[in-house]
């Protein structure tokens, strides 16, 4: 959750929720189906929902941290800003990709974008986003083939984009 939210706390309210939901609605899980995929779909839906409800503005702090250096000292976006280093820059280029893909992610159809969210955000393999989605292996190879062709034409579409 905390990758696909990258919101710390907005994840924590979304895992919290999603077993409120899990423990509300036991009673309708299938005895004999696995539990993992019933829980992934309780959790994306949650996380999908609350991507709604929160929009599209993220406020960043510059007291957050973004990484280390090379003598393990944790650096706040703020002293990457003040150190005029060529770090900053590929941080914000690389945001600006993460930026563009996630546009364009939410941009597909919600049947694509969930393959997408739950292959490549999520790491479920083909099998198990199956069974979340209760459709056949093969339906998740095909729309994630034709995610990935709609992301394709996107990234090619966008102004200077950088060829990847």
């Known amino acids: ?31 004999g189906r696995p539990v993992r995929p019933w829980l992934y779909t309780i959790a994306t839906n949650a996380a999908v929902d609350a991507m709604r409800r929160q929009g599209r503005h993220v406020a960043v ?10 003598d393990n000292e944790v650096r706040s976006l703020l002293e990457l800003l003040e150190s005029g280093a060529a770090e900053p820059l590929e941080h914000v280029q690389a945001d600006e990709r993460r930026q563009i893909v996630r546009a364009a992610v939410n941009q597909l159809p919600d ?13 479920l393999k083909h099998r198990d986003i199956s069974q979340i989605m209760r459709i056949p292996v093969g339906t998740v190879k095909s729309r994630l083939h034709a995610a990935l062709c709609r992301l394709h034409e996107a990234w090619s579409a966008t102004p200077a984009a950088p060829e990847a």
Request: charged share 20%; with cysteine.
């Open 1 to 31: 959750l905390r990758r696909y939210l990258d919101d710390a706390h907005l994840a924590d309210d979304v895992f919290q929720n999603t077993f409120l939901h899990v423990y509300t609605k036991c009673h309708q899980f299938e005895a």
């Open 61 to 70: 702090s510059l007291d957050q941290t973004v990484g280390e250096t090379s």
């Open 111 to 123: 049947f694509l974008k969930q393959v997408v969210i739950l292959a490549y955000y999520q790491g």
